[in-house]
């Protein structure tokens, strides 16, 4: 089915672990996106990619990286990760044009993270 | 970026037609007004967008205020798979980014 896969969907990590969010799609998106949803909260933008070849940072960048590895994947790292980053984080990709605004975002199932 | 302001949460009866009101008196002439809702423990979902006029789909429609400082999301007969975090959220077609920022939405239960 067509959508956006994000694995793995639940990771437990000590604190001072590293690892690498992976998020692919398969609709000829050009923007991708990662979020974070803290319990109870709405979600928060970390990263995004208008156009493969570019990222730029969101509301709540510090604590990581992303490399936009080709137009369909986007990958989210955390170099150490501490207990803040335990969080359901959430990867969408949009299709883009002139006229931005008027293009649904695509969203992933989510990856369960919990730094102990 | 323009905010939005939403009721926590609502309450509706299964079959019901649901109103959702979402504010956003700062809204400039380039945002348009979109819609998602987040079941419980899935990723958010698109309902609908709109500019100026109102729209409908198979899921929902949206009716803006002529002003364009409110708009409504209607169910028009909900159903118990409607419960979920419904977030109204502002788009700005001037941005070449694109990005959607979340505010807290509204939960919306539905009774049976």
């Known amino acids: 089915n067509a959508g956006v896969t994000q694995t793995p969907k639940f990771q437990v990590l000590k604190t001072g672990q590293s690892m690498t969010l992976q998020c692919a799609q398969d609709?000829?998106?050009?923007?991708m996106y990662w979020y974070r949803q803290d319990p109870g909260m709405g979600l928060r933008l970390i990263y995004y990619?208008?156009?493969?070849?570019?990222?730029d940072k969101g509301e709540v960048p510090n604590g990581y990286n992303v490399s936009r590895l080709n137009k369909r994947e986007f990958s989210l790292r955390l170099e150490s990760a501490a207990p803040s980053q335990t969080s359901v984080y959430f990867c969408a990709s949009s299709e883009a044009g002139a006229d931005l605004s008027n293009y649904g975002y695509t969203f992933g199932s989510g990856t369960r993270l919990t730094v102990v | 970026d323009a905010k939005t302001t939403q009721p926590n949460s609502m309450e509706s009866n299964e079959e019901e037609p649901v109103h959702l009101p979402c504010n956003h008196s700062t809204i400039s002439g380039t945002d348009y007004i979109h819609w998602y809702r987040q079941l419980p423990s899935q990723g958010p979902e698109y309902v609908i967008h709109?500019?100026?006029s109102n729209v409908n789909n198979r899921m929902a429609s949206l009716a803006i205020a002529e002003d364009r400082k409110s708009s409504t999301l209607i169910l028009h007969r909900a159903t118990l798979r409607d419960a979920a975090v419904y977030y109204c959220?502002?788009?700005?077609?001037?941005?070449?980014?694109?990005?959607?920022?979340f505010g807290q939405g509204t939960t919306l239960q539905v009774k049976p």
């Open positions: 709109g500019l100026t």
């Open positions: 609709m000829n998106h050009n923007s």
């Open positions: 959220i502002l788009r700005d077609v001037a941005s070449n980014t694109g990005k959607l920022i």
């Open positions: 990619s208008a156009s493969e070849g570019t990222t």
